[in-house]
């Protein structure tokens, strides 16, 4: 009896799937989707999403850079993601006497367009089930002989399908490994910045306001891709020209209005819908605390100095928004954990599974060993956990003089291998990879990073975790001598010298470096834990993968008349929802939308989260709004309750009529557990108000000519 309330209960909590849960396949929104679509008030067809016949839009949606979403805007190439995603490349032209960060930057012609070395914007070709030919003589075999047959197929298809280096083809795996996917993209190398609003705009609330609402971030950036004569992908050239999509998006100045239909076409990154009751205990209760803790004591280092010194504000500005962005979400995903209540919520699911595999002796036999696997596998990998995690946010991301170590070879085999022409190479590479480094390095904050980090890894982690080097070192030094006996001493903490040095690199220097005294020291973490944690580490996650894809294909079979999404995987995907927003606790109430006169309202000179330029003001003051503005008032941001995650900032959100009126860039932290439970409740995706990125780039920047180029449309 118990078992059966439980089967209801996890059953109605698991897939009655709301409409809003989910990011979707675009090749199967005709079979699954989109009668609900257009129930919800979708008006055009799956066609008009995805067609392998005709443009659709699909074909205006891009992969910007190595995380982000774009939207095409316009029949030029004019690029629409958000700032957030831009940061970096806008940051990389700006310095002290030319900030771009802190005044924005609009090019007023084509020629002014800024190009972006390493930066892409991919267009999907085509996307096609491939699961029978990665499968293809695999029965009966298990293991490693398993993995080898699925690689060599996997290879095989990408090769065929790069068309001879036209395309980049990738394939990749559905439902952990159930089924896959192969995914072509064209490449365009040639994406330059056209316009960035100042961060007072841009990044408005900041860190503050980050995974908040109510929001007011004019969070965009314009970038345009260009084309060779043919309209095809090029490598930057100044003889290159604006790309002609096959489709960009009309945009339009109607707005939203509460229950709307909204959908999101994007890049969402990594999900974790599946997996059981022990990893979300696990991720809830130790690894989400402990990268906090981590974070907590990097992100008050970072402030401390950025506070002190303008030039590190500037370097370090990219480094503290992403180290404080995981950091604050997990933080909103332990407490909307824990407000679900998802580890009961997946036990009851778990009891589900049980009570659905007893009904036959063969499902029993398949599916039985699976939850006592995991129970003993996760028990297992709890310390790996611990320890990897803290090597992760410590010794391979937080101490940056590491990074640097790691730049060098270990020993000059690999050196006295090759000839000297392949010498000069890798001096000019070396050389030009530690220039970079030094232009967002400040030395006092990582020598106090390397002291404070360095202590937490040696009191928090196991002593069999830790080298021996590392515990004699600390135990012998005070702070004040390690940074003077090691990291003053050591030729990394040097630019001039070190760039000296690989001016004249040779075998004998790779080895004379090992004996520097923070490779050493960072060789020794390295070395202890590649040997003791990694591999371990690695074969306990193999064996979970395992057991998961085993749990998932028995997921698959029990719900087989529900449709269920697999979890984001950085491809191209559908999610769908509606206008609205949400009761994030008693009593309060969140209205869907915020406002420019909102800005105003947070505006204060003295938090430069919250300092907004002169410009808004005299623009707000003199209330003349246009075509941008509805009730007397110029929207800023709204809020859906769709599916998202990250990799979905730069998304369109797109209306019942196939156009754009919002562009996506957060989501609100009540709602952040989303990756692994959603809550149709709590669970909301904040979009820029598109109307909101015309009156900047029109009447703030006076980029006019930009708008003149987009298809405005008015219903
Ligand atoms: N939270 C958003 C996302 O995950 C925005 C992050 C960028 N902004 C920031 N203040 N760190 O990407
Ligand atoms: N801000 C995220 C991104 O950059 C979106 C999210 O996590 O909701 O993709």
């Known amino acids: ?157 990408q090769r065929e399908a790069t068309e001879d280096g036209k395309f980049e083809a990738v394939v990749k795996p559905l439902f952990f490994g159930n089924q896959y996917f192969l995914y072509t993209y064209l490449v365009f190398q040639d994406v330059r910045l056209v316009g960035a609003p100042p961060q007072s705009v841009g990044k408005f609330g900041g860190d503050t306001d980050n995974w908040m609402w109510p929001r007011h ?12 004569a043919d309209n095809e992908p090029a490598s ?41 009751s022990q990893a979300v205990e696990l991720i809830q209760n130790q690894s989400n605390p402990d990268r ?85 596998l996760y028990v297992d990998l709890q310390p790996y956990e611990k320890a990897y995690h803290y090597y992760q946010e410590i010794v391979f991301k937080g101490i940056e003089i590491f990074k640097l170590a790691d730049f060098f070879p270990r020993n000059d085999r690999g050196w006295n291998r090759v000839d000297e022409a392949r010498h000069d190479m890798v001096r000019k590479a070396l050389a030009i990879k530690v220039a970079d480094y030094f232009d967002d390095y400040d030395q006092a904050t990582d020598q106090e ?130 206008v609205e927003g949400y009761q994030p606790r008693d009593g309060v109430n969140y209205r869907y939308y915020t406002t420019l006169a909102g800005i105003m309202e947070k505006n204060n000179q003295d938090i430069p989260d919250y300092q907004i330029p002169d410009k808004l003001r005299e623009l707000y003051n003199a209330g003349n709004f246009g075509e941008y503005e509805t009730n007397g008032e110029v929207p800023v941001a709204y809020t859906a309750s769709i599916h998202s995650t990250g990799g979905n900032s730069g998304s369109p959100a797109i209306n019942a009529r196939g156009q754009l009126v919002g562009l996506n860039f957060d989501r609100c932290w009540e709602g952040t557990m989303s990756d692994i439970m959603f809550d149709p409740d709590q669970c909301r995706n904040i979009m820029l108000d598109v109307r909101y990125m015309l009156f900047i780039v029109d009447r703030f920047a006076g980029a006019g000519y930009l708008i003149d180029e987009m298809e405005l449309v008015s219903e």
């Open 1 to 157: 009896m118990r078992k059966l309330f439980l089967f209801f209960i996890a059953t109605v909590l698991s897939v009655s799937a709301s409409a809003k849960e989910g990011m979707w396949i675009p090749t199967l929104l005709e079979k699954y989707n989109i009668d609900e679509m257009q129930e919800m008030g979708f008006r055009l067809t799956a066609d008009d999403i995805y067609s392998v016949n005709q443009n659709s839009l699909k074909d205006a949606v891009v992969i910007f850079g190595r995380g982000c979403t774009g939207g095409m805007i316009s029949d030029q190439g004019l690029l629409l993601t958000n700032h957030h995603c831009g940061f970096s490349n806008i940051q990389s032209h700006s310095s002290v006497e030319q900030d771009y960060l802190s005044d924005g930057f609009w090019a007023m012609s084509q020629g002014e367009e800024l190009p972006n070395p390493g930066l892409t914007a991919k267009f999907l070709d085509r996307m096609v089930d491939v699961s029978d030919s990665v499968f293809a003589g695999t029965t009966g075999l298990e293991g490693d002989s398993l993995q080898q047959k699925l690689n060599e197929n996997i290879s095989r298809i």
């Open 217 to 228: 971030t004019g969070d965009f950036s314009i970038f345009r891709v260009y084309a060779n």
């Open 292 to 376: 906090i803790k981590i974070r907590t004591t990097i992100l008050d280092i970072f402030d401390k100095h950025m506070a002190a010194d303008p030039k590190v504000r500037i370097q370090y500005a990219s480094k503290h928004a992403r180290t404080s962005n995981s950091w604050k979400r997990w933080k909103g995903e332990i407490r909307g954990l824990d407000r679900l209540q998802a580890v009961e919520q997946k036990k009851a699911f778990e009891a589900d599974f049980e009570v659905w595999y007893m009904q036959n002796d063969t499902l029993e036999a398949t599916y039985a060993p699976v939850l006592p696997q995991f129970e003993k």
């Open 449 to 578: 990073l390397f002291v404070e980090l360095l202590r937490m890894l040696r009191n928090d982690l196991d002593e069999s975790f830790l080298p021996d080097d590392l515990t004699k070192l600390l135990a012998k030094f005070d702070d004040d001598k390690l940074v003077r006996r090691v990291y003053a001493k050591s030729v990394l903490a040097d630019q001039e010298k070190l760039q000296q040095m690989i001016s004249e690199f040779d075998g004998k220097k790779i080895n004379k470096l090992q004996k520097d005294p923070v490779v050493e020291l960072f060789q020794a973490l390295k070395q202890h834990y590649q040997r003791n944690i990694e591999n371990v580490h690695q074969e306990i996650q193999e064996n979970i993968s395992t057991v998961q894809q085993k749990y998932m294909k028995g997921i698959m079979l029990m719900e087989k008349n529900f449709q269920l999404y697999p979890d984001a995987n950085f491809t191209l995907r559908v999610a769908y929802g509606q």
């Open 236 to 276: 930057y050239s100044p003889d290159n020209v604006p790309y002609r999509p096959k489709k960009w998006l009309p945009i339009s100045l109607d707005g939203v209005q509460p229950n709307d239909f909204m959908m999101l076409m994007g890049y969402p990154g990594t999900t974790q819908q599946y997996l059981p």
